[in-house]
């Protein structure tokens, strides 16, 4: 009923940039928070960051300073900038969405399929 396609994952070198999409679709009425999380290898999923219906923004320590939510509700997309990137940055980058399909539905969790981001030192 809803998907979430991701893209903009690659490879980098330490200390550049890579600029992550994630476009949702198909039976919504309404989306409220939307999110990053990455998981490297042998670790458990963490939340990057995550971004609001109205715009407030949660960073992990991690990254703040050094990364950037962002939301397009028009789109029904979210991006995240990530700048400074480093070899700890590692992982497949999942986006996650918690989307009502109609007024009166619960809020479900939907997932991305992952986009990988390495970054090589």
């Known amino acids: 009923q809803v998907q979430l396609v991701e893209s903009g994952g690659g490879l980098v070198q330490a200390g550049g940039s890579l600029r992550l999409s994630c476009a949702a679709s198909g039976r919504i009425f309404s989306i409220n928070t939307m999110g990053w999380y990455r998981q490297a290898p042998g670790k458990q999923r963490e939340l990057v960051a995550a971004i609001s219906s109205d715009g407030t923004t949660n960073y992990a320590d991690s990254v703040k300073g050094r990364f950037t939510i962002s939301r397009d509700n028009a789109k029904n997309t979210v991006y995240l900038q990530m700048n400074s990137l480093k070899p700890e940055d590692t992982g497949v980058y999942y986006c996650?969405?918690?989307?009502?399909?109609?007024?009166?539905?619960?809020?479900?969790?939907?997932w991305g399929q992952g986009t990988q981001v390495t970054v090589s030192s």
């Open positions: 996650k969405a918690d989307v009502k399909i109609l007024y009166y539905s619960s809020i479900r969790a939907y």
